[in-house]
Every structure is written in C-alpha cells, then in structure tokens.
C-alpha cells in the first residue's frame, strides 16, 4: 500500500519561511492534502494539489510537487507563531480502488521569537 | 451545517470494559474512516467503509469492531479494552473521489481514550 514519509520536527523563527517535506510511494495518487492539526483539535485541511500540477500557491502557502520523486513539499511564508501546530502530509492514493486518503506521521512546526 | 460529530470527547474505561465510540456525518458522504492519533506514529487507520454494509480494516484493526448500517453513522467498538487502546480517536469522512473529485477528508473533534 500507499507509504507516505515527512519528517517529525521543524523549528523556526518568527518571520522566516518554513518549508515541510514529504514523500509519498504511490505514483497513482490524485490528490495531495496539507492538513493541519492544532493543539486539542482535529484535522483540518490546509491545502491541496491535484497531480497533473507542479505549483500551488495560497497567500502565504506555496506547495511544490515533484511527481518524478513523488516528493511534497509546504512553503509557509513569513511564518507566524500561530503557524506552530502539526502539518500532515496525506496521498488519496487509489490503492485496493478506495480513496481513503494515507497519512504521514506529521511534522512539528515550532516558531520561536 | 454539523459537518462530522464524534462523541465523547473524553472517556476513561477499565481495562476489559467495552465501549462504543459514536461518528456521525451530515455530508452525504461515501467514505468514513477512523484513525488512532498516538505520538510520534501519526495517524494510522482503524477501520474504514466505503459505502453503507460495507467496511473494511485499515492497518491496525485489532481489538475494534465497526458497522455501516446507514450512511450517517459510522460506530467504533471496543469489545474489551486493553491499556494499548489509549489514544486518541478520530473520525474522517469523505466523497468517493470518483470523476476526479478531490477526497477532503472532514475529521471530528476526537476522542481522548485512557484504559487504565
């Protein structure tokens, strides 16, 4: 099945840009989500890139594809300290012929002063 | 508009005891999942069904049971609660992703679970 990857801890300082990596195994993926998980919450969606994209960008929110390296990435400019939460990476991959969407382990994003 | 209701938020069980945790969706969706939040593993997939009467295990399945009898509902039961059970639930909902619909998954609010 699907494998998605990212790494678990990402520390910056405010007004700089964060850019969060993920790749992902399965070259059949539609949809590529950013979620976004606050502290005490659920999920929420941050984003999304449809595969036969290469950019995205959202205000301060700029997403890369690379579908030759199956890799994702979320550039966060001008990062702020309400960005600090935890940002998953998710592949809709149609694995087994449902969309249930395959998660990464979530990445920590901590702004310091 | 509701979107996705999980309940309860909180619930502390002995360990053997069993229990239902509710998911509701007003969406009309197809899918719903439910996932295990525990730290550092992200979110691992329970169970999950893709239409209802139909369901289908995720990767960590043990020690859960699901139903689908309506599209709205989509229980999560713990027929003997196990220590290893503590975690944090949550439900997702979601379309079918058929045509090229992208498939948002809407979550609920979650269910802290402490099996002592």
């Known amino acids: 099945g699907e494998d998605v990857e990212q790494s678990l801890f990402l520390s910056v300082r405010e007004g700089d840009s964060s850019v969060i990596n993920c790749t992902y195994t399965?070259?059949?993926?539609?949809?590529l989500y950013w979620y976004k998980q606050e502290p005490g919450a659920g999920l929420q969606l941050l984003t999304y890139?449809?595969?036969?994209?290469d950019m995205k960008q959202d205000q301060r929110l700029t997403v890369l594809l690379n579908k030759k390296d199956k890799h994702l990435s979320l550039r966060i400019a001008d990062t702020q300290t309400g960005d600090s939460a935890i940002y998953f990476c998710a592949s809709d991959s149609p694995s087994g012929g449902s969309y249930i969407p395959t998660f990464g382990r979530g990445t920590s994003l901590i702004v310091h002063p | 508009n509701a979107g996705v209701t999980q309940t309860p938020k909180f619930q502390v069980l002995k360990t053997g005891q069993s229990m239902t945790l509710q998911c509701a969706q007003d969406?009309?969706?197809?899918?719903m999942s439910w996932y295990r939040q525990d730290p550092g593993m992200g979110l691992r997939l329970i169970h999950y069904?893709?239409?209802?009467?139909?369901?289908d295990q995720g990767e960590v399945p043990n020690g859960y049971n699901v139903s689908r009898s309506t599209t709205e509902d989509f229980p999560l039961r713990l027929l003997s609660a196990a220590p290893s059970q503590t975690s944090v639930y949550f439900c997702?909902?979601?379309?079918?992703?058929?045509?090229?619909?992208?498939?948002?998954?809407?979550f609920g609010q979650g269910t802290r679970l402490t099996v002592v």
């Open positions: 997702a909902s979601s379309y079918n992703g058929q045509d090229n619909e992208d498939t948002e998954a809407f």
């Open positions: 969406m009309n969706h197809e899918y």
């Open positions: 069904s893709v239409g209802a009467g139909i369901t």
């Open positions: 890139i449809f595969s036969n994209m």
């Open positions: 399965d070259s059949s993926s539609t949809y």
